[in-house]
């Protein structure tokens, strides 16, 4: 598989000098710039308005340089410096929601994975077509709310982190809610929900092998939702929307998970047939990617949504998770980043893990 670039002739400084890891001052970025630092590479993060002052309370997280833009939408006013500092876009939910899709993919700047991969991600009927391509078991999803005979949820497109989320238990309950557009219905599992974070590189051929290249599980999450997470204590949700309550799925953190053993075989399938088809739709995914289902009592993990970058569930271990550890020591996503960027430069194959 390669994703090429457009200009391979932006490779050149790559190859010629030590690269710089940037990204957005938020989300996962002190994993990104550590992960950059302990690898030997720079790092350089991008900022609205004035440097945060909460990287100087981590040393080691720490960007060598800040590059400032007034606005989010202004990101292409640095790209020469982005240029000058060799710099490799690293994506993250926080870089495409404030940035925006359609500029993220036309920054003339070199992007760790395959920039196609957003249009995928941000739209949710494309992502569905793909994860029923690869077989992949699936809520049921409904075109209207006339089509409802159970309890739902509605989502909206793009990195929202699950602002604005409605969770509905009928149709009755759901015509009453308020949504906007563009959104999706989709049948609410009941079960735990999980959030796997894997690895794709192209280049390797050690391990669980996907394709041409191989399939990394670096570690799982689940999330703290505000305030789904704490609204039961207050009753029945018929009383909390009589009193003008409703459940929101804010996410506020993370807690790291480690999954039943003999339930990682299925996972990994799952996994290894998302590969496997984003080859055949877009030319494939490199990189961090995040599988989230639910597993549901009869142990089957059906699968509601694909992060296709690094999700920030992986800040819980920076320092490595039991997964992450039993690959490499002290392994974080970040850091797994910058090793394969590292290993690409090493080989001349950057063209296959940056678009």
């Known amino acids: 598989m ?29 994993q990104i710039f ?10 350089v993060g991008i900022a609205q308005g004035t440097p945060p ?21 202004n990101v292409h006013s640095i790209v020469p410096k982005l240029e000058e500092s060799r710099a490799v876009i690293v994506p993250t939910g926080s870089f495409v929601e404030y940035v925006g899709p359609e500029r993220f993919s036309a920054l003339s700047v070199p992007v760790f994975g395959n920039r196609r991969v957003m249009e995928w991600e941000s739209d949710r009927e494309k992502e569905r077509v793909w994860l029923e391509r690869a077989g992949v078991p699936m809520p049921r999803k409904y075109r ?45 599992i009941i079960g735990t929900r999980y959030y796997l974070h894997f690895f794709y590189s192209p280049i390797s051929k050690e ?55 003999s339930l990682l075989p299925q996972v990994f399938d799952i996994a290894g047939n998302i590969i496997e088809t984003s080859i055949d739709l877009f030319g494939g995914m490199v990189g961090p ?16 949504e694909i992060s296709t970058r690094i999700v920030a569930g992986t800040n819980v271990y920076i320092n490595g998770s039991p997964y992450s550890d039993l690959v ?15 290993r690409a430069a090493r080989e001349d194959r950057l063209d296959e893990v940056l678009s």
């Open 53 to 73: 002052r909460f990287y100087d309370a981590f040393p080691l997280a720490k960007p060598d340089k800040f590059l400032l833009v007034d606005r989010w939408e």
């Open 34 to 43: 550590h992960g950059a630092r302990v690898e030997g590479f720079g790092s």
């Open 289 to 304: 990617f995040c599988v989230e289902g639910i597993m549901t009592e009869e142990l089957e993990f059906k699968v509601f």
């Open 144 to 188: 209207d709310a006339s089509e409802v005979d159970g309890p739902v949820i509605v989502k909206y497109y793009g990195a929202k982190g699950g602002k604005g989320f409605i969770l509905a238990k009928d149709r009755d309950e759901l015509l009453e809610s308020p949504i906007r557009k563009p959104h999706v219905i989709q049948e609410y």
């Open 207 to 261: 391990g669980y092998r996907v394709a041409d290249g191989s399939l990394q599980l670096l570690g799982i999450d689940r999330r703290d939702e505000a305030n789904i997470d704490e609204l039961y204590k207050l009753g029945s949700q018929e009383g909390l929307l009589k009193s003008g309550l409703r459940p929101t799925f804010v996410v506020t953190g993370n807690v790291p998970v480690v999954l039943r053993e």
């Open 2 to 30: 390669v994703v090429s670039l457009s200009d391979k002739s932006r490779l050149q400084p790559l190859r010629d000098g030590t690269p710089a890891l940037a990204t957005i001052c938020s989300h996962s970025s002190l």
């Open 328 to 342: 490499a020591p002290g392994l974080s996503t970040g850091r797994r980043i910058a090793q394969e960027l590292k």
